[in-house]
């Protein structure tokens, strides 16, 4: 199974001026009373730059990019307003609109005039060592199961990247797949996000032939959020 993360949907995953602040600041501490809104701001012209890297199973970069993910268009959905993100220089996924649903959650949506591929996208807050199921695709005929699990591991984890030194809220997010009754963790995702700022870090994992090493690495190089 693919892990859709933020710069998310194109298989990675993807965050403050007078009223904004902008790169090299570090973040307070998320604490106990942030929500999802902290974690994953959304404003109309917010905007976030990252380096990223896919890597081989030895180590060695094969590609190499630097991206900005902004917020151009919002619209309202199912009552809630949503987001446009789009992503340069090449947009992959300006068809992908994000919107709360609660103070606790964030989906996306892929076509919102036809309501088509809505995905639940992060749940916070949650305890540390608590697990969610963002989704659970079950095909019982075939005896098949196919879930994404988040795991908060931190909600005070020390990060530094391009933008500068944050303390994030620290989450691992699986994909499970069940066949016959084996699971198969082959990818996963550590996903590291800042109160007010955003996605800071995104390292991707995945199992070959019993090993387990980092295929890719997303850092926070400047950002503005409104």
Known sequence: MKI?????????????????????????SPGSTASVQDLYPLKIGDSWTYHRQVLSPTGSVTFDTEDTLTLPNQITFQGQQAFQQNLTPIDTIGTEWYYYNGSSDIYSVHHPQSDFEIAHYLHY?????????????????????????????????????????????????????????????????????????????????VKSAGVTYQQSEQDLVSFMVK
């Open 125 to 205: 807050p949650m305890k540390v060592g608590e697990s969610f199921i963002l989704a659970d695709d079950s095909t019982f005929a075939r005896n098949y199961d196919d879930k994404t699990v988040l795991v908060l591991r931190s909600s005070n984890e020390s990060v530094t990247v391009p933008a500068g030194s944050f303390s994030c809220v620290y989450f691992e997010k699986y994909g499970i797949t069940t066949t016959s009754g084996v699971v198969d963790t082959e990818m996963f995702d550590k996903l590291y996000y800042a109160s007010g700022v955003g996605l800071v870090m995104d390292k991707g994992f």
């Open 4 to 28: 859709i993360s933020l710069i998310l949907a194109s298989g990675f995953s993807l965050v403050l001026l007078g009223s904004c602040k902008n790169s090299g600041t570090s973040a307070p």
